[in-house]
């Protein structure tokens, strides 16, 4: 099968196959050029990147559950001007489109960060990464406030020339008040969903297995949580849809389109066998030909409900 096939646009960008390597599993790409030929990838969000650099949580950081991933590594990054400086460079020799993931604590850090990359070369496109307290706000999450989410989206949209994707929480209560509200300020295309909040706990210590606290969940015990906020979020508006949460293989990313996605992203996968994206586009071009469809087009939005 051509790989055009697979071949899509997102928000003006094309992309050679809809699977993209998820912000915060795949560093900055080119920790991986060696073992995955990054021109393969339908696309690289990077790590989430802050207007200083951060040293991230005490260890530990991680923990495996049973079919999922607990992670609490504290937005560790080396800063956005260190990114500009020292990894866009090298990402600049691929051909594969780089999404930079942004975060912030307060509105003016996230405009500071886009204002740094609108100066550069080699960015396709902006993720924000809203899962974030806002402390300017007294530390209420850009995630859990339409209103707080929307004035964010406002401000950083007349500054970004480039598409700008906004990446929903999955802890709230609804999320078609968020798809609307980011919808209506200006995003190109939402992702969703980040990490399910949770705790472990270790009995003999009394402790939480992750060192700073609570962790976010990830991997393939979302996925039928992740898929059913793609579902509701896809139908709440016009613009595109990321779909991402426990993708592991090509039926995974196939399920994501039938809910809604236009694309689909792989975090936690990675970590069971690096060069995942690559892995299920793959797998995800046997899926459409097994399907006999025509496209991916053909199955989005697809699902159909009782
Ligand atoms: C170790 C780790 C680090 C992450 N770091 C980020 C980050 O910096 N920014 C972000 O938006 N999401 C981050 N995420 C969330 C993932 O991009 C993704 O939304 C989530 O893990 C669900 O997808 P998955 O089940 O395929 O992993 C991180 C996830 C993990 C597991």
Redesign the pocket.
């Known amino acids: 099968m051509p790989e055009s096939l697979l071949e899509t646009s997102l928000c003006g960008i094309r992309l050679r196959n809809p699977v993209l390597a998820?912000?915060?599993?795949f560093g900055y790409g080119i920790e991986f050029a060696k073992i995955v030929d990054l021109n393969k990838l339908g696309g690289i969000?990077t790590?989430?990147l802050s207007r200083e650099p951060i040293t991230g949580n005490p260890a530990p950081?991680?923990w495996n559950t049973d079919s999922?991933?607990m992670?609490s590594?504290g937005?560790q990054?080396v800063g956005v001007r260190a990114f500009i400086a020292d990894k866009l460079p090298l990402l600049r020799q691929y051909s594969t489109p780089i999404i930079a993931?942004i975060?912030g604590s307060s509105i003016d850090d996230y405009v500071e960060v886009v204002q740094a990359l609108e100066d550069t070369t080699g960015i396709a496109a902006y993720?924000l990464?809203v899962?974030c307290p806002n402390t300017k706000e007294g530390g209420i999450f850009f995630s859990s406030d339409p209103l707080l989410l929307a004035s964010l989206i406002k401000r950083v949209r007349p500054l970004a020339r480039r598409p700008l994707i906004v990446?929903l929480s999955p802890n709230v209560a609804r999320i078609q008040p968020f798809a609307e509200a980011a919808e209506e300020a200006g995003a190109d295309a939402l992702?969703?969903?980040?990490?399910f909040i949770g705790l472990a706990i270790d009995i003999h210590t009394r402790r939480p297995r992750i060192g700073a606290g609570f962790g976010?969940l990830?991997?393939?015990a979302?996925?039928p949580l992740?898929l059913r906020l793609v579902y509701e979020a896809s139908r709440a508006v016009k613009i595109p849809v990321i779909g991402?949460?426990?993708?592991?293989n090509g039926e995974d990313a196939a399920e994501f389109f039938v809910a809604g996605a236009s694309a689909v992203?792989?975090?936690?996968?990675?970590?069971v066998d690096p060069r995942a994206p690559y892995l299920v586009a793959k797998q995800l071009e046997h899926v459409v030909k097994r399907l006999n469809i025509r496209s991916l087009r053909d199955l989005t939005g697809s699902l159909e409900t009782p």
């Open positions: 998820a912000s915060g599993t969000v790590k989430g950081r991680l999922g991933m992670n590594i937005l990054n993931n975060f993720e990464n899962s990446k992702s969703l969903v980040n990490t976010g990830s991997g393939p979302i996925k992740a991402l949460g426990g993708i592991m992203q792989v975090g936690t996968g990675t970590f």
